[in-house]
């Protein structure tokens, strides 16, 4: 798994717990940031995993 997509399932994983504590803590709106951060994270998880597998399907190693 590249790096880049480990870091952003990472900030996925903190940002959905974030999300959790602010909607459980009455602060709707920044529970809505928090949710906004986890789609715009996940969707770079994949963009990442995606770009790892296609690289390494042509054989380059750079990363």
Not at 2 to 18: E, I, K, N, S
Not at 26 to 31: A, K, L, M, P, Q
Request: net charge positive.
């Amino acid at each position: 798994m590249p790096r880049l997509a480990l870091y952003a399932l990472a900030v996925c994983v903190l940002a959905v717990a974030a999300a959790v504590v602010s909607f459980v803590r009455g602060s709707v709106f920044i529970g809505i940031v928090w949710v906004l951060l986890v789609g715009l994270s996940s969707n770079m998880t994949w963009y990442y995993l995606r770009r790892g597998r296609n690289r390494a399907s042509d054989g380059s190693v750079t990363g």
